[in-house]
């Protein structure tokens, strides 16, 4: 009989091992995919593509015991060799290899040029060949910069006391309402995927107080966009015991302050091959809603035309504006108008037909609503009947505050928007992985 005992102690390295160690001269074992293959003749670069970047490696006739033919790109590769100190390679070092093992070779030739540094070919190219794009440096770094805005937005608010939560994306009601609902059948009744975690963390909030979860939601949404996605992954949470909804926004603002300083120590490899520059975010400007649209008609000489929502040239003029007067990459627009808001939005008492809400614009897009939540049973019951709603199939959410609930509050971050304003892309596909959108259900 065996046992596991734990991770498996493998003899094969790393770059971050090799770099960490005085290896120079010595011998070590490396794996890899081979990216590319650039034969000089008695010397051949092959450079491998490992989790952490690219290491090469060289061959040279009469040294490297085996033939050069018999390596083809794509090839996953182990490689024993000599470690030299090499400034003009990736990380400044090179494998001078001694044998090499194939450890699988690619049944066709690639059909992208994945060795370029920047993929000449079109979005539609790179998505029909997602598992092969992706492999190349730039496309591959962009993910990572997005695994860096997920890390920074769960270990923030795990410092500020909040729990992870995981809630169901099959339901009976959608928590915004609206025709935008995915309908389906679960088991002979009639079911809809959910738009939104809305219902399930604002319960969640009388349990732990505080909660957050990253999950994907879904919105059957007829666009076709630069900026829209069917299903994108939802940065939400929710906490309780709040004074104003001010206090989400300022929570939200220390999110992003943690996360630019992650992405400048952990992930300036990356920052460097998208020649990415990181917003300021020492401070966030806010105003109204109505303020925004006021001062964007007046200094862009533009019309208002709806004066309940903001329509996305006002966001980009908004965006324009406060750059230009504050040089803000960020602003809070807050107080939007109560009819353009969901029914649990907390109105202004100051104002009822403006609500304690916002919306955050990065670079005139948005990227974030938010607000104050409504947390008294029976204002939800005549918000409810004010707007000619039934409470249907909300029971369950109701029970929550009809049994207290302390004020609230929360909001949800698009995660590919906001890595798409981050990057400097013009297309929120180009920071999805696998885009559900319209027209593609593959790959």
């Known amino acids: 009989m065996e046992f596991m005992t734990g991770v498996n102690q493998k003899d094969t390295l790393e770059i971050s091992e090799i770099l960490a160690g005085d290896l120079e001269g010595k011998t070590v074992k490396v794996r890899g995919a081979v990216h590319t293959i650039r034969d000089m003749g008695d010397v051949a ?5 490992k989790r952490e970047g690219l290491m090469q490696c060289v061959y040279e006739a009469g040294v490297s015991a085996f033939d050069l033919k018999d390596v083809k790109e794509a090839a996953t590769v182990e490689v024993k060799g000599v470690v030299g100190k090499e400034d003009r390679a990736p990380n400044g070092f090179e494998v001078r290899i001694q044998t090499i093992s194939i450890l699988s070779e690619p049944a066709e030739a690639m059909p992208l040029q994945i060795s370029k540094w920047k993929l000449n070919t079109s979005l539609e190219a790179k998505l029909n060949n997602r598992a092969v794009s992706l492999r190349n440096v730039r496309e591959r770094a962009k993910f990572k910069i997005q695994e860096a805005v997920v890390k920074g937005f769960r270990d923030f608010l795990y410092k500020e006391g909040f729990t992870e939560i995981h809630t169901p994306k099959i339901g009976a009601k959608g928590a915004e309402g609206g025709a935008n609902i995915f309908k389906l059948e679960y088991f002979h009744r009639p079911a809809i995927l959910e738009q939104s975690p809305q219902f399930y963390k604002q319960m969640m909030v009388g349990v732990f107080d505080r909660v957050f979860e990253t999950a994907p939601v879904f919105r059957a949404e007829k666009h076709n966009t630069k900026r829209h996605l069917n299903e994108y992954t939802s940065l939400d949470f929710e906490m309780g015991y709040i004074d104003s909804f001010e206090d989400i926004m300022a929570m939200e603002t220390g999110f992003l302050q943690y996360t630019v300083n992650l992405l400048k120590t952990e992930y300036a490899k990356e920052l460097n091959i998208l020649k990415i520059e990181l917003p300021n975010v020492d401070q966030i400007p806010c105003v109204r809603f109505d303020e925004a649209k006021q001062k964007v008609s007046e200094k862009y000489n533009r019309q208002i035309r709806n004066p309940y929502d903001l329509e996305p040239e006002e966001e980009h003029l908004i965006g324009q ?33 403006y609500t304690l809400s916002f919306d955050l614009l990065f670079k005139g897009m948005e990227i974030t609503t938010g607000g104050q939540r409504i947390h008294d049973y029976q204002m939800l019951l005549d918000k409810i009947e004010k707007r000619g709603m039934t409470t249907e199939g909300m029971d369950h959410y109701l029970s929550a505050f009809k049994f207290g ?20 892309e013009e297309n929120v596909r180009e920071t999805t992985l696998f885009p559900r959108d319209l027209s593609r259900l593959e790959p």
């Open 405 to 424: 609930m302390p004020p609230h509050g929360g909001l949800g971050i698009g995660l590919e928007r906001l890595t798409m304003q981050l990057i400097g």
């Open 321 to 353: 504006y406060f750059k230009e007067e504050c040089g803000a990459d960020f602003v809070f627009v807050t107080h939007y108008p109560s009819k353009k808001r969901p029914f649990y939005a907390m109105d202004d008492p100051a104002d009822e037909t």
């Open 45 to 49: 670069f092959i450079v491998l593509r």
